[in-house]
T-cell receptor, first 114, second 113 residues
Framework: AQSVTQLDSQVPVFEEAPVELRCNYSSSVSVYLFWYVQYPNQGLQLLLKYLSGSTLVESINGFEAEFNKSQTSFHLRKPSVHISDTAEYFCAVADSGGYQKVTFGIGTKLQVIP | DAGITQSPRYKITETGRQVTLMCHQTWSHSYMFWYRQDLGHGLRLIYYSAAADITDKGEVPDGYVVSRSKTENFPLTLESATRSQTSVYFC????????????FGEGSWLTVV
């Protein structure tokens, strides 16, 4: 069975400061990893994903995440946050073979303070 | 527009009533899912479908029924609504050609009184 742990339920950060949202996973097989973002009263949107290759993946709005196999982590980072980044962020893991069941973390609320 | 549409977006119903949440996708993705989102639990899978006429239970299927007669539609029915089913429900589909990225609908807010 696979699982995802998001270590922080809420992260307050001042505008233009850096942020890291932590995600650890467990799985007995190779995985795909995802970060989704959810703005208020909306569905989840894919932010970035790791499938294979370079362990550092980036999104179009300045977020990046690094797959660390030895630490089974996929932390999300941004060097300088904006008010518009205020949202809930979900880490997800999927087996890379078979049914490829996707498991979501419980989410981290990022609150950017002006 | 292409994507996943859910209806109704907001619904209030009474305990014991049957409620159906509709989901329609325009991509022809084989896999479709229903999740519920609750504070402190994140997203939990209710049911999923691998193709038309193929459905299976997820983590929390009790009290729900699904069907999939056509690839593009995946309705979720609460046969006899209970207060514990008050939640936000998300329909999703998976693009198996793109690393199994899951795409979500906008959600259906259901309140059972």
């Amino acid at each position: 069975a696979q699982s995802v742990t998001q270590l922080d339920s809420q992260v307050p950060v001042f505008e233009e400061a850096p942020v890291e949202l932590r995600c650890n996973y467990s799985s007995s097989v190779s995985v795909y990893l995802f970060w989704y973002v959810q703005y208020p009263n909306q569905g989840l949107q894919l932010l970035l994903k790791y499938l294979s290759g370079s362990t550092l993946v980036e999104s179009i709005n300045g977020f990046e995440a690094e797959f660390n196999k030895s630490q089974t982590s996929f932390h999300l980072r941004k060097p300088s946050v904006h008010i518009s980044d205020t949202a809930e962020y979900f880490c997800a893991v999927a087996d890379s073979g078979g049914y490829q069941k996707v498991t979501f973390g419980i989410g981290t609320k990022l609150q950017v303070i002006p | 527009d292409a994507g996943i549409t859910q209806s109704p977006r907001y619904k209030i119903t009474e305990t014991g009533r049957q409620v159906t949440l509709m989901c329609h996708q325009t991509w022809s993705h084989s896999y479709m899912f229903w999740y519920r989102q609750d504070l402190g639990h994140g997203l939990r899978l209710i049911y999923y479908s691998a193709a038309a006429d193929i459905t299976d239970k997820g983590e929390v299927p009790d009290g729900y029924v699904v069907s999939r007669s056509k690839t593009e539609n995946f309705p979720l029915t609460l046969e006899s609504a209970t207060r514990s089913q008050t939640s936000v429900y998300f329909c999703a589909s998976r693009d198996t050609s793109s690393g199994n990225t899951i795409y979500f609908g906008e959600g259906s807010w259901l309140t059972v009184v």
